[in-house]
């Protein structure tokens, strides 16, 4: 690298080797056996061609000898008859030549199987006698087949020129064969040749061995050398996806970043684990918060009602002894002209307001009525939305009903159901004073096997900060109201095994979800 010194490229050199040597050692390792595996192989594969080869040759050989010798005395009688000679013979006599020797060469040829062989007459220029007994169909009809036919025919006229036996092997295309030529001279004139052949294979399993070795050899150690070179590449991304983890630990919200191929798959099967490690979370911390809130509520309950007990007698002995004096007053004007009737009817209704309080907060030591009843849900709803529409009065707020037509009946206390919509309606409505629709659907959860109530509104919503308080008793966001509504439903749907929770709609608004167990 130009510009740099000497010692810091040493040093970057030491560090590339010294990360990636162990990758290049087994590269060369496994190099070295494969070759030497392939070369051992392939020599033995060699050795024994030759000598498969070899042993063939003497086989053609010895039958070549042995068909000469059985057809000598056959020759010598054509030859005296002059049918070895004439190339004006009948049609019926080159039959009587070729089944006469074919006879031969059938009888001496069957006893190993995958020879062939015969005679080439030189008068006739052709293959006479052509035998292959042991051989598979088809059978050639005018001498042996036709991409042999030349191969043979040279080497028998090579044996009459030269005048001595040939033994070759050849082979073209799959075929591959040893092949012996004897001549056949009668009274010092050639007349004929003897040839014998015999197929080692069609496809010789040592040609075929030699392939697949040199093949497999090079594709191995290709194949190993760009899998040492994908390692040592890939190495870095194993770094960075352990990196990567390491921060995850310390930040849980972080994902592994996208990548290829199998890198790919295995950060996306991650971070689909973190992301449900995280919704199980999240769902833990709801669930603690739901029985922190249930705890809250008993404990409130169990306080409010010994409160309630002390206060609801008290209450009622001040209504009445100023009912009292208000009657009195009624019968004797100017009695005192400091308690009017009016002031007397101020204590009055903020007496009454009062026990009002104090039945609604009684709901939090006995939410329901433990009598419960089969009850109609869509039937209730209907009566519920008839009752807060005659309330609605000038106002641009309209209530849509999408009610299932096959819900069950399911045990309630009624009332309790009741005054859980009407709470959740009246919120609807005071959080759309500029109008809007509400949507009022029923249906079933048949995952959970629960009657579920959805409540949609287009009003201002509930902000984020608050909506894990809307339940909490006393809790409000309005100028006015006690903060009990919420509250009080939330112990009612509790107190019926259900369940009540708000959503917000995509769009503007929102979601009232009740679940309520069939």
């Known amino acids: 690298m130009p510009g740099q010194p000497g010692s810091l490229r040493y040093e970057r050199l030491k560090s590339f ?61 054509l030859h005296s008859l002059g049918l070895l000679t004439s190339d004006d013979l009948s049609l019926a006599a080159f039959r009587l030549v070729d089944s006469t020797l074919k006879e031969i060469s059938e009888r ?46 040279d080497q028998s006229l090579q044996s009459i ?12 295309d799959a075929a591959f064969f040893p092949l012996a030529t004897r001549p056949i001279v009668v009274d010092s004139q050639a007349v004929g040749v003897v040839w014998v052949r015999i197929h080692i294979e069609n496809d010789l399993p040592v040609i075929k061995l030699k392939q697949i070795v040199n093949v497999t050899a090079l594709i191995s150690i290709l194949g190993f050398l760009i899998l040492m070179l994908l390692s040592a590449l890939l190495g870095g991304e194993i770094k960075g996806i352990k990196k990567e983890m390491e921060q995850i630990r310390h930040n849980p919200s972080l994902r592994l970043r996208k990548r ?18 995280e919704e199980e979370v999240n769902q833990r911390l709801i669930l603690e918060r739901q029985l922190s809130q249930k705890e809250k509520l008993a404990s409130l309950g169990n306080m409010i009602a010994g409160v309630a007990h002390e206060v609801k007698t008290p209450l009622a002995i001040i209504k009445t002894r100023i009912q009292m004096w208000q009657k009195a007053i009624g019968e004797t004007p100017g009695i005192c002209e400091q308690i009017s009737p009016e002031s007397m009817q101020l204590v009055i209704d903020e007496t ?50 999408s009610l299932s037509p096959d819900l069950p009946m399911i045990g309630t206390d009624e009332s309790s159901v009741r005054e ?50 809307v339940f909490d008793p006393f809790f409000t966001s309005k100028e006015t109201g006690a903060g009990l509504g919420l509250s009080i439903s939330y112990q009612i749907i509790k107190a019926h095994n259900g369940e009540i929770s708000f959503r917000e709609n995509p769009g503007v608004g929102m979601k009232c979800i009740i679940k309520l167990p069939m």
């Open 108 to 153: 001496e040829l069957r006893v190993l199987s995958g020879l062939d062989g015969g005679f080439y007459l030189v008068f006739a220029d052709g293959f006479y006698g052509y035998s292959f007994p042991t051989s598979p169909p088809p059978v050639p009809v005018y001498g042996p087949p036709p991409r042999s036919y030349n191969i043979i025919k």
């Open 260 to 277: 290829w191929g199998i890198f790919g798959y295995i950060t996306s099967h991650i971070n689909s684990m973190l992301d449900t490690i």
């Open 352 to 401: 009454n307001r009062l026990s009002t309080l104090v039945k609604r907060l009684l709901i939090f030591s006995r939410p329901i009525d433990k009598k419960m009843k089969p009850t109609d849900i869509n039937k209730l709803i209907k009566e519920v939305v008839n009752f807060v529409t005659m309330g609605l009065g000038e106002t641009d707020i309209s209530v849509k009903l």
């Open 17 to 77: 080797f010294k990360t990636y040597n162990r990758y290049f050692i087994f590269a060369l390792i496994f190099t070295a056996v494969v070759t030497l595996t392939a070369a051992f192989i392939y020599s033995s594969l060699s050795k024994w061609e030759e000598s498969l080869v070899e042993k063939n040759k003497s086989v053609c050989d010895l039958y070549s000898g042995e068909l000469y010798d059985a057809a000598l005395g056959t020759i010598d009688s």
């Open 420 to 469: 859980v919509i009407i709470n959740i309606l009246d919120n609807s409505v005071e959080a759309m004073p500029n109008g809007g629709s509400i949507k009022i659907s029923t249906g079933i959860d048949k995952r959970d096997n629960k009657l579920v109530i959805e409540v949609d509104d287009q009003g201002e919503g509930i902000s984020s900060d608050i909506i894990d308080k």
């Open 161 to 172: 020129r030269e005048n001595r036996p040939i033994i070759d092997v050849h082979s073209f």
